[in-house]
């Protein structure tokens, strides 16, 4: 065993953080079992043999987006077809069924509108909490919190205060990208800046939410923008304690304005997981979303570090449009047998991590 392998074996056994510098030779090393290997250890100690799931609704209440990023084949313009937006009754009724599947949360996201009011997301908010209280919402990447500040002339603590009263339970980690600008100008010049996206969250945090980070890999990024990524959110982290989980989206090329993009391998997908596990040493949870892994690559990464598979899903767009090849929805069973076969202990948890 190389001299960083050994030098990683003993940071993990005792707990110590690793280094940028570390995190970079990880990405360039073609050792994937030996990186496996620690990231599993690190997992071990923190969440022992479980892995976490949660019964969820996905819904995506317009397609139409200002921004229309380069990597995103979900959004389109106005006279586009396939353009929507869905009314609130329409919301409410995807709402209704998710309640009667025994969902616990409803992840909300979608484009920036260019007309809708600030009151017509208060209102979405209000009517799902109306069809049954007990759903969670996770809803509005930071991006769009940055986007109702401007459109309704609130402060940021001002849209945070008015969501919450509206029935907002806790914020997903889109809109994170990569947060360095290089790579933002190239793949999302009209995005908030990866700063901006820092504000915004430390904010959500203040207002005492929790949220997710994500990081968009497998596009035109080098390691080292990877590494700055998770530098930033780890430093983030340290101030706030606000993120639950990290969660690696694996770029789907299909239908996208990326210049030169393929799809991430098996290989470069588990290394991701298992150095997300091992850097970000105050994350407690790294999430597999199967959505973008496909379920193989998302059930082989429970032995890269990973401890939670996300969920149910029901309806996903954002992966779908960019041609991912995996199912649209998972049942509840599906999702036990992936984790019981990879010999670990399935437990369901509600958005804030209560086991159910
Ligand atoms: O911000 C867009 C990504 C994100 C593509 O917090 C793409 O629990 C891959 O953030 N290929 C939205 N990814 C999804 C998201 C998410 C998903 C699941 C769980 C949680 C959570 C958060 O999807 C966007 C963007 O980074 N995305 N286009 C694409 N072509
Ligand atoms: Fe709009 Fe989000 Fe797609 Fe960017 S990723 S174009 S902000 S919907």
């Known amino acids: 065993m190389n001299k960083l392998f050994t030098a990683l074996k003993d940071k993990v056994a005792c707990g110590t953080r ?46 139409l987006c200002v921004n229309r990023c380069k990597f995103c084949a979900f959004s389109k313009e106005s006279a586009e077809p396939g353009v929507y937006t869905l009314a609130v ?65 609130l402060s940021i603590e001002g849209v945070i205060a008015a969501l919450k009263v509206a029935g907002l339970g806790s914020l997903p980690g889109g809109g994170a990208e990569i947060l360095g600008q290089r790579v933002r100008d190239l793949i999302c010049p009209e995005k908030i800046s990866g700063a901006r996206w820092l504000e915004v969250t430390e904010k959500v945090h203040a207002a005492g939410l929790r949220s997710n980070a994500t990081m ?50 098996g290989v470069d997908a588990l290394k991701t997981l298992a150095i997300s596990r091992l850097y970000l040493d105050n994350f407690q949870h790294i999430k597999a979303y199967w959505v973008m892994l496909g379920l193989k690559i998302a059930q082989t990464s429970l032995c890269f570090g990973v401890n939670d598979l996300d969920g149910t899903v029901v309806e996903e767009k954002i992966g779908h449009d960019a041609g991912a090849d995996s199912p649209q929805a ?17 437990v369901e948890r509600d958005t804030l991590y209560n086991e159910l």
Do not use: C, W
């Open 18 to 63: 690793i280094s940028d510098a570390e995190a970079l030779a990880l990405f360039e090393s073609n050792d994937l079992l030996a990186i496996g290997e620690l990231a599993a250890q690190a997992n071990r100690q923190k969440n022992g043999d479980k892995v976490y799931y949660n019964v969820n609704r996905h819904i995506n209440y317009t397609n």
């Open 89 to 153: 009754e329409q919301i409410a009724e995807k709402a209704r069924e998710a309640a009667a599947a025994g969902a616990t949360e409803i992840h909300t996201v979608g484009g920036l509108h260019p007309d809708l009011p600030f009151e017509f997301y208060l209102q979405m908010l209000r009517t799902i909490k109306q069809v049954d209280p007990k759903l969670h919402i996770k809803a509005f990447t930071a991006v769009e919190i940055d986007y109702f500040s401007r459109l309704s002339g």
């Open 216 to 265: 968009l890999f497998g596009h035109l990024e080098a390691y080292v923008d990877r590494v700055e990524h998770l530098s930033l959110l780890r430093e983030l982290q340290d101030k706030t304690g606000g993120f639950q989980t990290f969660i690696p989206l694996a770029f789907q090329p299909d239908n996208t304005r990326v210049p030169g993009a393929k799809g991430v391998g």
């Open 330 to 346: 998972m049942g509840k069973d599906q999702i036990v047998d992936l984790i019981r076969k990879a010999g670990r202990v399935p």
